[in-house]
């Protein structure tokens, strides 16, 4: 019963966050984000101020939650998809169309100019990520950081692209070909 009640609880905890967090998003619809506050969130997303801070101190730290939520996200879908290693053109295309699905999020971020919110939590993911790979911790870090800065430039220009077209042009210039044997698989 104990364990029931706990699932349930995590449930409902992560639901409240995110109702928070996607409050924030449908505010900056209406007004710039500097002038969005703490009431107007707990209002937006149906919960009390108290609430609010018992998960967060501050409207950035329920965006950051949020995006990653949507990271976890992604590494649950890599689990689970034959998606191949790191640095394959497959990993890559699935990236850029995974990310795709939140262009909207990913947009009002960098309108706010909150951007380090997405960069925080890429580099979160790659510490948690470094144990897995057999490449420079460096290296590892470049490559999310080229790999994120790369959605942003792509998303920014309208996707002219399609992902598959990135992410051959992406695996052709930093000869990445070659480089995929020896890293283990998501």
């Not at 109702?19 to 149906?46: N, P, R």
């Not at 790191?86 to 995974?98: E, G, M, T």
């Not at 470094?130 to 994120?148: H, N, R």
């Amino acid at each position: 019963m104990i364990n029931l009640f706990s699932k349930e609880h995590n449930k409902r905890t992560r639901f409240t966050r995110m109702c928070i967090g996607e409050s924030i998003f449908i505010l900056m619809d209406k007004k710039e984000y500097e002038k969005i506050k703490i009431s107007d969130i707990v209002k937006t997303a149906g919960v009390s101020r108290m609430t609010f801070y018992h998960y967060y101190e501050t409207k950035e730290d329920a965006l950051s939650d949020y995006f990653h939520e949507i990271v976890a996200g992604y590494i649950r879908e890599c689990r689970t998809e034959k998606i191949g290693r790191f640095h394959d053109r497959s990993s890559i295309v699935h990236a850029l169309k995974y990310f795709d699905q939140y262009e909207i999020f990913i947009s009002k971020l960098v309108q706010a100019k909150l951007q380090y919110i997405l960069w925080n939590a890429m580099n979160d993911y790659m510490s948690r990520r470094m144990p897995k790979y057999k490449i420079p911790e460096y290296e590892l870090y470049f490559y999310g950081g080229a790999l994120l800065n790369v959605f942003l430039k792509w998303q920014q220009d309208g996707k002219k692209e399609s992902a598959e077209e990135i992410a051959q042009t992406i695996i052709t210039s930093m000869g990445l070909e070659k480089t995929t044997q020896g890293v283990v698989q998501e």
